[in-house]
């Protein structure tokens, strides 16, 4: 019987979050020094040559599939992988004990993952995050570039990350797959590939016992599928496009142009398996666990959050057409700032028709649904103008004479905007930022159950 409280009491007091090369050389090292335990090999490359490394861990009749970083935003998971990568190399008993082979993907978007660093040392608040945060678009992104088709969607354009995570699910045939996810805001919950009741008070006491709250505001998507508190069906890009198709005029296969997650996919080769997401939030507001009645309809407070939407990303679209033609650079944040424009407002527009027919939302909002609504909306958006900042930084640094002028006037005015912005939130919010070693804790116990849950 495995005993979390002795595993979790080991991990580290870490201060901050390991950068690329970190994990990277931490891996070497573990394989130097357990080398009939540990095998470090590497499953692909990066579009800019990264090396994307796995370490494979142990013997066993069944095969886990970890892999942390598939949004370059959440490293909590790479600490994860980094903890419990030594915990496996180091102890045969526990080993022995999950009867595992362990495939651990510490960093699956290494590209992305640099592009975040300057975050990692802290200080950890909502507007160094913000300034620092780097996000690509849906069709750059791991967790959402495995091919598919659905309709009148065809996406057959994984991204070489992506497909090195495709060889391992199509030859190891993996039995359990846990996709390293984190949330910023909010409280702990998860995401499961079907419905499995012994393991979900497990996964509430893994984020009680460390005093993480868990969320129970309104769902991350409007259209995921609650099967216990703070526990969903997994989505695949499915159940988006039957929303957009549902409550918008639009091409869902226009707005959507990426493609499924890792689960929707392992379901073309694997008969029997497990999938998981844990969310952690990296920020703690103790009205994310309030189940009272505010002070607003829920109905209200949902349409609200799309207007406080709009209206940041109308004054990003304002500011993007005066100097649109002096973007020459080719930036990765071009390419999501783009990319978030283009799609928000139809997201926006989905989520006021579904509020508009859905008789459920005429009864008051919790106060947890109304500082989901009013507040992390406006901290989620903020990050859109970090990446706004940092394209225009790129350009600046390739720009001179009265295009610089116009660049430097148009990125004052943003930076302006965004720290009004963060006085805003910081108006409404008494945040705790969460050791990252209680976050880890969460994510390591959730998996453990669930591993011990397939061998039961």
């Known amino acids: 019987m495995l005993n979390y409280e002795e595993i979790t009491e080991e991990i580290p007091?870490?201060?901050?979050?390991?950068?690329?090369?970190?994990?990277?050389?931490?891996?070497?090292?573990?394989?130097?020094?357990?080398?009939?335990?540990?095998?470090l090999k590497e499953i692909g490359r990066s579009r800019q040559g990264d090396p994307i490394k796995a370490l494979f861990i142990g013997e066993g009749e069944k095969t886990a599939l970890l892999f942390a970083t598939p949004h370059p935003n959440e490293p909590i998971g790479a600490m994860t992988l980094e903890f419990l990568?030594?915990?496996?190399?180091?102890?045969?008993?526990?080993?022995?004990?999950?009867?595992?082979?362990?495939?651990?993907?510490?960093?699956?978007?290494?590209d992305g993952t640099r592009l975040n660093e300057g975050w990692f040392d802290g200080p950890f608040t909502p507007l160094n995050y913000a300034k620092n945060f780097y996000r690509p678009p849906g069709f750059q992104q791991v967790e959402w570039t495995f091919p598919v088709q659905y309709k009148d969607l065809d996406f057959a354009d994984p991204i070489p990350e992506t497909e090195a995570l495709m060889t391992i699910i199509e030859e190891e045939k993996p039995?359990?797959?846990?996709?390293?996810?984190?949330?910023?805001?909010?409280?702990?919950?998860?995401?499961?590939?079907?419905?499995?009741?012994?393991?979900?008070?497990?996964?509430?006491?893994?984020?009680?016992?460390?005093?993480?709250?868990?969320?129970?505001?309104?769902?991350?998507?409007?259209?995921?599928?609650?099967?216990?508190?703070?526990?969903?069906?997994?989505?695949?890009?499915?159940?988006?496009?039957d929303y957009?198709?549902?409550?918008?005029?639009?091409?869902?296969?226009?707005?959507?142009?990426?493609?499924?997650?890792?689960?929707?996919?392992?379901?073309?080769f694997l008969d029997d398996f497990f999938s998981l997401v844990c969310e952690?939030?990296?920020?703690?507001?103790?009205?994310?666990e309030d189940m009272s009645d505010s002070d607003v309809q829920r109905k209200r407070a949902v349409l609200d959050s799309a207007d406080i939407s709009d209206e940041m990303f109308d004054f990003l679209q304002e500011s993007y057409e005066r100097i649109e033609e002096l973007l020459t650079v080719d930036s990765k944040f071009k390419d999501?700032?783009?990319?978030?424009?283009?799609?928000?407002?139809?997201?926006?527009?989905?989520?006021?028709?579904?509020?508009?027919?859905?008789?459920?939302?005429?009864?008051?909002?919790?106060?947890?649904?109304?500082?989901?609504?009013?507040?992390?909306?406006?901290?989620?958006?903020m990050l859109s103008f970090g990446m706004f900042l940092r394209m225009l930084d790129d350009q600046l640094e390739e720009s001179s004479g009265e295009a610089a002028e116009r660049l430097r006037q148009v990125r004052n005015e943003v930076n302006?905007?965004?720290?009004?912005?963060?006085?805003?939130?910081?108006?409404?919010?008494?945040?705790?930022?969460?050791?990252?070693?209680?976050?880890?804790?969460?994510?390591?116990?959730?998996?453990?159950?669930?591993?011990?849950?397939?061998?039961?």
């Not at 006491?205 to 069906?233: C, F, N, R, W």
């Not at 799609?343 to 989901?372: C, G, H, I």
């Not at 880890?440 to 959730?446: K, R």
Request: proline share 5%; hydrophobic share 35%.
């Open 13 to 39: 007091d870490y201060e901050r979050f390991l950068t690329v090369d970190e994990l990277n050389e931490s891996s070497a090292q573990l394989a130097t020094q357990y080398p009939d335990v540990v095998e």
């Open 280 to 288: 952690v939030p990296y920020f703690y507001d103790s009205r994310i």
């Open 336 to 381: 999501a700032v783009e990319e978030n424009m283009r799609v928000m407002k139809q997201y926006s527009e989905a989520k006021r028709s579904w509020a508009n027919s859905n008789e459920e939302l005429e009864s008051p909002a919790t106060v947890s649904q109304k500082f989901d609504n009013y507040v992390v909306t406006r901290f989620y958006r």
């Open 416 to 456: 302006r905007e965004l720290e009004r912005q963060n006085e805003l939130l910081l108006d409404d919010l008494q945040y705790e930022v969460i050791p990252i070693r209680k976050l880890v804790a969460v994510q390591l116990v959730a998996g453990l159950a669930s591993v011990a849950q397939l061998n039961d």
């Open 85 to 110: 990568s030594r915990e496996l190399a180091e102890d045969r008993e526990l080993r022995e004990e999950l009867g595992f082979k362990w495939i651990i993907v510490k960093c699956s978007d290494p």
């Open 175 to 241: 039995n359990f797959i846990y996709s390293l996810h984190n949330a910023g805001f909010g409280g702990a919950y998860y995401y499961v590939s079907g419905d499995c009741e012994p393991l979900y008070d497990s996964y509430r006491k893994a984020a009680t016992d460390q005093d993480i709250p868990l969320h129970l505001g309104e769902p991350e998507m409007p259209y995921a599928e609650q099967l216990s508190d703070a526990v969903y069906l997994m989505p695949s890009i499915k159940e988006s496009y």
């Open 244 to 268: 957009l198709e549902e409550y918008t005029d639009k091409d869902p296969a226009e707005v959507i142009k990426a493609g499924t997650g890792s689960t929707d996919y392992a379901r073309r």
